[in-house]
């Protein structure tokens, strides 16, 4: 049936059936009219009218058949006119003209698009549906048929809309672009690019599909002849390669991965990793990319490009974003098509030979700015995406994985400014740091560990060089650095961790020692002395002591104990020990630590501490010069400042003993020990057999042992007597002996003084003396008439010592005595005989002496006789010394009355024997006279 509609009414009826999207009456209409509704009308018609909520598949069969101008009348399809039939001709013409039917051509119509109206009409009607409907994703359904009939929808569809559909509805559709598709359409490439990419990796669970996203959106969206330029040939690369297939929104998505690097490096890892550049491309199979050769070449050296420049910029020093940063090496090798990467397990634990393969170009101050600028600049040597870039960045990455690794947090920058600015300092800095970390935090027991460890820092220096190409400065970050200041670090690290056998299979077994001797000897004594340092307590059997011996033995071959080195530390730690049996504080409430000692200015000033805060601890004299030795042999002793004055001081230790010595003396003086401070005095400080070496320290104490007076606090003599004359005169004798002591060691100077309090002591002697005698010969008197007995021991020696003592002028002539000296001028000359001595300073003393003095030799030269053994303890040597001389009281209570037990019953027995015991051995010695026993001067005499 046939319709005879005018054509007004026609073109009514067809968009009436628009409006009521009725396509197929329509496309009934069309077909029966194709004269009045031709194409164009129809298009504009449904273009006007057609609503944009209506499903492509509605009508985009019809729009084909328009196109194809198949439409078939013969249908059995009736069409209803009557919406238009009762209308006036003239009303219909009417409304006809108020259609305002939109034109398919379009303001700024792309010249692609021409005059073919299918093309415009689907450019305009895409546009209205995702203006009016929002219906974007109706679009690929619409498009598609026409895809290889219009070059310009193709493009459409696959380079816009297909990126955009996809950012807003699948990928990312809770924050879609707020651009219309023309709008977006004409946004400059750059920000198109920043839009589409604006969520990519934005969420921690959208890290896996970054790589979608670059091969969904971007792909697709590069797919636009429009946007590769083909650059001016007068335009040339700094290379002087023409530089073909620039395009700004490929560089956008190349600046975008870097920003990502530096930012949010996660995403330019999972980018890196998951997509292949540029060709990896997903266009929904609607179409592929093409381009030429040259622009393939340059989309993938860039792209390797900015993937080695995203790696350089990763700001983490995290062992993931170092790992991250490897795996984007590895994914450059392999898009390039360079040697390929071991895993990264393997690198770090290989730590492959990387030194050869780096171009000697690269290590360059000049290089560590391509590090921050121009990092895509086709001239930066360090992004060119080649063997030598790639092995430099590969050695980067693995040192600063082994940094960070080690707790010194270093980004694969920092590794590349240490191997290229090549600062000798800031490496060493670094070296140093790393190995005091492992030192204090590497495990303490594992072998394994250190050997890795010792194999990773020489790494890092040399980046595994073949060791014949070693003369050349290596390349590393360690670069500047002397192997052997890592090796010998490497030593510290392993003896502070007692790994004493590795360390010595390494440096001293090994056949091709790291260290040369002496600088190993020198290392271990500096750790050991380190260790020594470092202890809080003086037993060397504990802590850092301890630790301190075990580092000197642990090179048995090459610090063996007879090397000086090895003794000093011997010494030292003997003389530190000794220390921890007594109580000592040196400062304020701080218990002693060993440095203390080491640093002491005046080492041996500790003994004096040790002797005021440990009471009776002067007995141990010899201990205490032992110490003394000990702290010499250890080199702490150096010239005392108090001492110095006196020229010449050949053997310091002599000064270091004698200084000792009149320590505990005077100790035993402040504790009123007099009896132990006499002792010391003749038994220590007088040595002429030895040649006596000048010092202030022991004429001074002896002088002062000599002044010394008894209180009722002053330890008594455990043994000798109870009566109190007894005790008088034998504390007279033995100050003076020690006042004659010092007479002979003093300095010239010094004797009138000396002297002066030594006459004083012998005119009390004299006082005491004499009343002991009257005394005693009222005793004897008794004793007699009521005994009428003589005891043994004799009265004649009695007398004898006494006409000593009391002058010269009835020496017995009968007796061998009488050869001794008898003055202090005879004295004088015989101690001037042994020691050199101002005899002109002598013999001034003599004058003033005058003849009163004459007695006085036995007494000054007592003193002699305990002097002459230095051996052994002081009680010891005492007794030793005096064994001939009588009978003899220790002064700390040594029982040697056996042989004279009896004479003791008398008092004056007693006084004889000591004072001749004393005098008689001491000045018979001095003359060469026999000895006491045989002189008759003591007991068991006659
Ligand atoms: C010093 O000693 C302390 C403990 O006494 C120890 O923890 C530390 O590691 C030691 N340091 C050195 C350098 O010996
Ligand atoms: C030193 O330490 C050991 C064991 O730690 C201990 O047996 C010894 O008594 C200590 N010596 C001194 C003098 O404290
Ligand atoms: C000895 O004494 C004199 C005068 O007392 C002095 O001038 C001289 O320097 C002294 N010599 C020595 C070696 O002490
Ligand atoms: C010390 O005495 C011992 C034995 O008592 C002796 O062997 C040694 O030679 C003596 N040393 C000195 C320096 O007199
Ligand atoms: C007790 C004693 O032995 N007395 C003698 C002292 O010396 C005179 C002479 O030297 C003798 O005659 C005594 O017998």
Redesign the pocket.
Known sequence: MTLSLSPAKLVLLAVHFAVQADIDSLAVLAARHDTVLRKDLVLRILLTYLPETLQSNEYVGFLEKIEKGTLSENTNHDVDASSVETLAEGDATKRVRKLRLLPLTFKDTPKEVGDDPITSFLVRRSYKVDEEAGLLAELPTLLLPFMDQSAYVRTLLISTILPLLRRNCEYHPEDPIQYTLSAFQELPDRVAVNLLLSRTGAREEDLPVVGRDLRGLIGPWLVDEKKWKTRRRSIVSPNGEEDDGICAGYDEVLRWLTTQASKNWRVAVNAIQQWGGPGDADLAGWGKLELTEQQQDRVQRTYAQAALASAYVLPEASSEAIEGAYSIVAQVANLRGLDPLPPFPSAVALLPPLAEQISENIISTKTATFMRNDLLASSNILTAPDNSAVAFLEALILSAHLLTHAGQACTIRRAGELALLQDERDQKEQASKLIHHLNHNGPKTDDKYWLGARNEILWLRDWGAEEVSLEATPKGVFSKLKKEFLEVEILKALLFNTRYSLARSLYEDAPDRPLDEKVLQDTVYATAMTAYDNASNPNRTRGGLKKCDEIIKAFPSTLPKSHPLAQKVEALLQATHALSEYRLVLKQGEPFTPIVLRVHSDPISIIGKILEQNPKSYTRLQDFVDLGNRMVQAGLVKQSPSSSHLSSLPHPPEQVSQRITAMCIDAALTEEDFETAYSFVVTRLDSPATGQQKDDYSWRVALQAGKYRRTARTTKPTHFGTGSANEEIRHLEQRIECLSVALRIA???TLQEILNVYRRAEEELEVKVRQEEEREEEWDWRGDSVSGTNMPGGFNSTNKVKQARVGGSSRGRDSKEEEAPMSLFDLARATGLTA??????LS?LQRAAGGALGGLGRGVVGGLAGGRDKNGSERGSMDSARSGGGEVVSPTGGSHDGEGGQQRARKRDQLKNAAMGTLVSGVGWLVGAPGPAAAGGGNGRE
């Open positions: 300095p010239g100077a050199p001595r101002n005899l002109s300073a001034g």
